[in-house]
Nanobody, 125 residues
């Protein structure tokens, strides 16, 4: 059974940092591309960042470029999202998702087959 479990969310002041983790089981992480998504109340789920299975290429939404960094530790079957210089508009539930094979851009949510339950991030002003 494939499972993705997010952790690391919480409450942080604007300008602060958080590191989210996505622990993956039931699949070989090296074979899967992983995406981080977020959904704020009343808004659609949007892509934040993704990392390709093929060569570790990374992709970011314009809104987080220069502030967020995605990385993967295949030995630990875990993908991380380091979030720095957080803003109140980053407040959302954050989800990781997995899809078999490489990616060449940020794909929308329907592209991904497996999802975690999410972790909440709240940034206070």
């Amino acid at each position: 059974e494939v499972q993705l479990v997010e952790s690391g969310g919480g409450l942080v002041q604007a300008g602060g940092s958080l590191r989210l983790s996505c622990a993956v089981s039931g699949l070989t992480l090296a074979d899967y591309s992983i995406g981080w998504f977020r959904q704020a109340p009343g808004k659609e789920r949007e892509g934040v960042s993704s990392i390709s299975s093929s060569d570790g290429s990374t992709y970011y939404a314009d809104s987080v470029k220069g502030r967020f960094t995605i990385s993967s530790d295949n030995a630990k079957n875990t993908v991380y999202l380091q979030m720095n210089s957080l803003k109140p508009e980053d407040t959302a539930d954050y989800y990781c998702a997995a899809e078999y094979g490489p990616i060449t851009t940020m794909y929308p949510p329907p592209w991904y087959d497996y999802w975690g339950q999410g972790t909440q991030v709240t940034v206070s002003s």
